[in-house]
């Protein structure tokens, strides 16, 4: 009964089709929104926000990004941390070499890293599934030794380079809550242009293309500007996750920092949260971060002398698991167990 629609009436197609139609998920989503803004920055330690929230908020961006790829258009990719390294290296070489603002020079970041997509993208037009995760695969490696040639680092004799000032509407990105304030503006604009677009007609072309591509052809859904479309916007939406993981969190670059375990660490975040979910993206970003500071706070706890390999052991097993788990049981992830219990709470404390 939390969550019963009786006196929610629909007058208008807008209402109908509203991203959050029912009045408490709206009170929800501006409770979490107010708490994020006005009470975590004021509460949170500097641990907390640069240990746990920046990389929550930055995974969740990359997340997004990809799941725009692999659960709407359901085009699978592997190389989600070159993608990101690719947005962090142009963001960094227009910063030193040109006298561009910084708002300009993170859109051109991540047109730049879209143009990446599109180019590793069209093996899509020819191949799907196991031979496109190599494919992409391909293009990790390829674009993190890349970035490695001295020209994008500025022929730094270690490869490894400061971020530089950052400035952004005479606003100074300084401290750790002036970070977390400028991920989280990014991280919520960015979340609702794709919660629409998905929504959109571009979006119904991609579920299209997901579920039945030769049926999509069939009734006039063009699978080459279709997909490459996809690549673009997630490579986007990832490129803009790199330049802010690396210039707010990391504080440096180095292409070693965007290696493969990046790709896999977004992925499983996708999968654990759930394919074809905004929602999904935020709660397995929640989880992927969590879970190895549980494994370390847990076992001190309860007086455990777990080694460093033992809790690394333990959380690939969990992570494991976990995947097989959703791909077998619940191919939606922790989002559909989510909208499980929203329909539970319709009907509490009534069976039916």
């Known amino acids: 009964m939390i969550y019963r ?6 007058k208008t197609y807008q209402a109908d089709q509203a991203i959050l139609p029912l009045r408490q998920d709206r009170i929800f989503l501006i ?3 107010l708490v994020a803004f006005l009470v975590v920055p004021f509460t949170a330690s500097n641990y907390v926000m640069n240990s746990l929230l920046l990389p929550f908020l930055i995974y969740s961006l990359a997340a997004i990004g990809l799941n725009i790829l692999v659960g709407y258009c359901g085009q699978i ?5 070159g993608f990101m390294a690719v947005g962090a290296f142009a963001a960094w070489n227009l910063a030193i070499r040109t006298d561009l603002p910084m708002p300009v ?4 970041a991540g047109l730049i ?8 993208g069209l093996p899509a037009l ?3 599934g196991f031979y496109l995760a190599v494919t992409t695969l391909a293009a990790q490696f390829f674009l993190v030794w890349l970035l490695q040639r001295p020209w994008f680092n500025n022929y730094s004799a270690s490869g490894v380079i400061s971020a530089p000032d950052f400035h952004m509407f005479g606003w100074s990105i300084e401290t750790v809550t002036d970070r977390y304030y400028l991920s989280l503006i990014i991280l919520v604009v960015m979340a609702l242009l794709a919660k629409n677009l998905v929504r959109s007609a571009t979006g119904r072309k ?3 293309i997901r579920d039945m591509d030769v049926a999509a ?6 699978p080459m500007p279709t997909k490459l479309k996809a690549f673009a916007v997630s490579s986007f939406f990832i490129g803009i996750a790199g330049v802010l993981w690396a210039f707010l969190y990391l504080g440096q670059l180095e292409a070693d920092a965007f290696n493969i375990y990046t790709s896999f660490d977004v992925l499983f975040m996708v999968i654990i949260g759930g394919l074809g979910s905004i929602l999904g993206c935020f709660l397995g970003a929640a989880f992927v971060v969590l879970v190895p500071i549980f494994l370390n706070i847990i076992p001190s706890a309860l007086g455990l002398p777990l080694s460093t390999a033992m809790i690394s052991y333990i959380e690939v097993f969990i992570f494991g698991s976990l995947i097989i788990f959703f791909l077998i049981v619940e191919p939606h992830g922790m989002a559909r167990l989510w909208s499980i219990a929203k329909q539970k709470l319709r009907l509490w404390p009534f069976p039916y």
Do not use: N, Y
Not at 5 to 10: P, T
Not at 77 to 81: C, D, V
């Open 113 to 120: 890293t879209s143009g990446a997509g599109v180019l590793f």
């Open 77 to 81: 990719s592997l190389g989600t941390g």
């Open 206 to 208: 991609w579920m299209a």
């Open 105 to 108: 020079i993170f859109v051109l």
């Open 217 to 222: 052809e069939i009734i006039g859904i063009r």
């Open 126 to 128: 020819r191949i799907k």
């Open 31 to 33: 409770l979490v929104l």
């Open 5 to 10: 629609e009786s006196g929610q009436f629909k």
